[in-house]
């Protein structure tokens, strides 16, 4: 099992430059969400799914929009890229339901915006 | 905002030490998780401790939980240099979807 991949590692945008960022698991997970981390912040959720074809808004959602078209994936999108969006992005999922679980971080994605 | 405050922010120990980690936090809670992670790397899940917990153990690993105070503790016993990484932690509050809210972490150096 790959566990949580994600699609690109590192990206450099300019401002104003869109991109799409991909988040693939392989466990069978019906939550999934998406983290910026940045230094001396901790991470912060940006969005999440709690199953395929529903998402919702985390801590800071602006600037952001995300699709969960299928459940294995989970896709994060930069409409307008600006430079307070240069962070480290992760995508984790994890079983949900009743019972709390711990979720399953990926690699993560380096953007910067200039 | 961070829900936690980890305390300290850095600690730098001699291998085969002990190193203890605080955690702090505002609001109720489902549980409280623990998560490392090396540099450049994603995070992995250490340890799950639930509200009703008071205490939980996991290889050299201990975490005690203390809802009145609203704090929790990870203490890793018999370090190695391996166990070099930050380590956060991640409450989940009674409000649903299993959503954590991270605390800055703690940047732990263990000398060989």
Known sequence: NAG???????????????????????????????????????????HY?????????????DGY????????????????????QTSVYFCASSYGGILSYEQYFGPGTRLTVT | SQQGEEDP????????????????????????????????????HLILIRSNEREKH??????TLDTSKKSSSL???ASRAADTASYFCATERLTG????????G???TVIP
């Open chain 2, 9 to 44: 922010q850095a600690l730098s120990i001699q291998e085969g030490e002990n190193a203890t980690m605080n955690c702090s936090y505002k609001t109720s809670i489902n549980n409280l998780q623990w998560y490392r992670q090396n540099s450049g790397r994603g995070l992995v």
């Open chain 1, 4 to 46: 949580v991949t994600q699609t690109p590692k590192f990206r450099v945008l300019k401002t104003g430059q869109s991109m799409t960022l991909l988040c693939a698991q392989d466990m069978n997970h019906e939550y999934m969400y998406w983290y910026r981390q940045d230094p001396g912040m901790g991470l912060r959720l940006i």
């Open chain 1, 65 to 84: 929009n995300v699709s969960r078209l299928k459940k294995q994936n989970f896709l994060l999108g930069l409409e307008s890229a600006a430079p307070s």
């Open chain 2, 97 to 104: 979807a299993n959503n954590l809210f991270f605390g800055t």
């Open chain 2, 58 to 63: 996991s290889g050299r690993l201990r975490v």
């Open chain 2, 106 to 108: 703690t940047r732990l």
């Open chain 2, 75 to 77: 203490l890793i016993t």
């Open chain 1, 49 to 61: 799914s709690v199953g395929e074809g529903t998402t919702a808004k985390g801590e800071v959602p």
